[in-house]
């Protein structure tokens, strides 16, 4: 158990660019969560997977957001022409099938200049 | 929009003393989770209580949930500097977290 790992840990971009994150969950790990947390905030749910299957999404996901999790292990969460407002650390987090505890990654943390 | 709620938002103490958190929420659930975050470790999961038990115990934690009142308490006792965190509860499977509430334990 290598715990959840996400890629990068930091990126810097300007803004209108768009960046793509990583998450790989703990292995056997059926759901994926993706959440948001600015400086002195909680982190605010995006979305998650059952498997494969993207079964929430936020209000906060905009059209500008898009979340993958094509073969069930790893997840990838875009953001397309990335505005100021986007820097916040983006954390993932697993849970395994019927258990509530998430377990958490290091997050991305992001900047937009 | 976010469920939990902690108070205070800050607290600061002795070690040794105990550390008393609270968190309220709106709606019903299923479950409530506390976690701690610091800038070493991330985000970790303390405990869970479910809707159905009262109180619930983990080490030097203590939690306890009243669903009449819609709200639940952490308590840490004999603090170390080494929980110096911040504190959040969440509501069911990937709920909503509060603002947290920073915790420091002064050696």
């Known amino acids: 158990d290598t715990g959840v790992s996400q890629d990068p840990r930091h990126k810097i971009t300007k803004r209108g660019q768009n960046v793509t994150f990583r998450c790989d969950p703990i292995s056997e790990h059926n759901r994926l969560y993706w959440y948001r947390q600015t400086l002195g905030q909680g982190p605010e749910f995006l979305t998650y997977?059952?498997?494969?299957?993207?079964?929430?999404k936020s209000r906060l996901l905009s059209d500008r957001f898009s979340a993958e999790r094509p073969k069930g292990s790893f997840s990838t969460l875009e953001i397309q022409r990335t505005e100021q407002g986007d820097s916040a650390m983006y954390l993932c987090?697993?849970?395994?099938?019927?258990?509530?505890?998430?377990?958490f990654g290091p997050g991305t943390r992001l900047l937009v200049l | 929009s976010q469920q939990g709620e902690e108070d205070p938002q800050a607290l600061s103490i002795q070690e040794g003393e105990n550390a008393t958190m609270n968190c309220s929420y709106k709606t019903s659930i299923n479950n409530l989770q506390w976690y701690r975050q610091n800038s070493g470790r991330g985000l970790v999961h303390l405990i869970l209580?479910?809707?159905?038990?009262r109180e619930k115990h983990s080490g030097r934690l203590r939690v306890t949930l009243d669903t009449s009142k819609k709200s639940s308490s952490l308590l840490i006792t004999a603090s170390r500097a080494a929980d110096t965190a911040s504190y959040f509860c969440a509501t069911d499977s990937h709920g909503a977290f509060g603002k947290g509430t920073l915790l420091t334990v002064n050696p």
């Open positions: 997977f059952q498997n494969e299957a993207q079964l929430e």
């Open positions: 209580i479910r809707s159905n038990e």
């Open positions: 987090a697993s849970s395994s099938p019927g258990r509530e505890t998430q377990y």
